[in-house]
């Protein structure tokens, strides 16, 4: 099984109530992946999860730190929590471009997926901004430097669109709530659609895999039909299984 960082997926929510004359403010932190770690955990793999306040600071800054993972997943995290961290932002100092360091990681052997989400790919208002960075150029898609989500509020349904070890034998795909629109690169595969686009996209890249994955692992793109779903922990667990190469 797998060792895998999940880097992303969290936010800090902060809340002003009103009460008449009088208000108060509630800060606390949320998490969207706690039922992927908890499936994947279930399935044998061993999960690490950096919230996204704490990937500028945390993120593995060295190849050996890297190569302690056979996978990392990025959710719903944008490129400047990884170019701007303290010592650059507010210290204006040079450090290392971790975005650069994923490429190299991932030519000598290492395994990255991204999920979609609203700081994924090209993101909202293209605030993920991972065009023209490395990490696209290692990625199986092009990335839009402008916004490329599709909101499909009364649900859209991912199919097969060739034979593959990911999603075979799970029967049809519950809908998802939204997408983002992406362009295959040419020796990437792709190995599911919605309506019409890639949706789950494959490349060899040097030694490494990469994985793309338009939508959401959780609320709201990712709907209760689809958190629910038996094959919900299985499909993702047979992405890891591909990244890692047991799957070809």
């Known amino acids: 099984m797998a060792k895998i960082l999940l880097a992303g997926e969290s936010w800090i929510s902060s809340t ?8 108060f403010t509630s800060t606390k932190l949320e998490s969207g992946c706690e039922d992927l770690l908890k ?8 999960v690490e999860h950096l919230f996204a306040h704490d990937v500028p600071e945390k993120f593995p800054w060295t190849l050996s730190e890297l190569n302690q993972y056979d996978v990392v997943i990025l959710s719903d995290i944008g490129a400047n929590s990884f170019n701007l961290s303290d010592r650059v932002f507010a210290g204006g100092n040079p450090t290392t471009d971790r975005l650069q360091l994923l490429k190299e990681w991932v030519n000598n052997g290492g395994a990255l997926m991204m999920a979609g989400g609203y700081l994924s790919f090209g993101g909202f208002e293209g605030k993920a901004h991972y065009h023209n960075t490395a990490l696209e150029e290692i990625l199986p898609v092009d990335v839009s430097p402008f916004d490329d989500r599709i909101e499909t509020p009364a649900g859209a349904v991912p199919k097969e669109a060739v034979a593959n070890g990911i999603s075979e034998n799970l029967g049809q795909f519950p809908k998802v709530l939204g997408y983002q629109v992406v362009t295959p690169k040419n020796d990437s595969d792709v190995l ?34 689809f958190m629910s779903w038996t094959h919900y922990g299985q499909f993702f667990s047979r992405c890891i299984h591909w990244l890692s190469g047991d799957l070809q």
């Open 39 to 46: 499936a994947l955990r279930g399935l044998g793999h061993s």
């Open 16 to 23: 002003t109530e009103y009460k008449g004359y009088d208000s």
């Open 192 to 225: 599911m659609t919605i309506d019409g686009h890639p949706f789950l996209i494959t490349r060899k890249v040097g030694q490494g895999r990469t994985l793309a994955y338009t939508t959401d692992i959780a609320p709201h793109w990712a709907s209760q039909d």
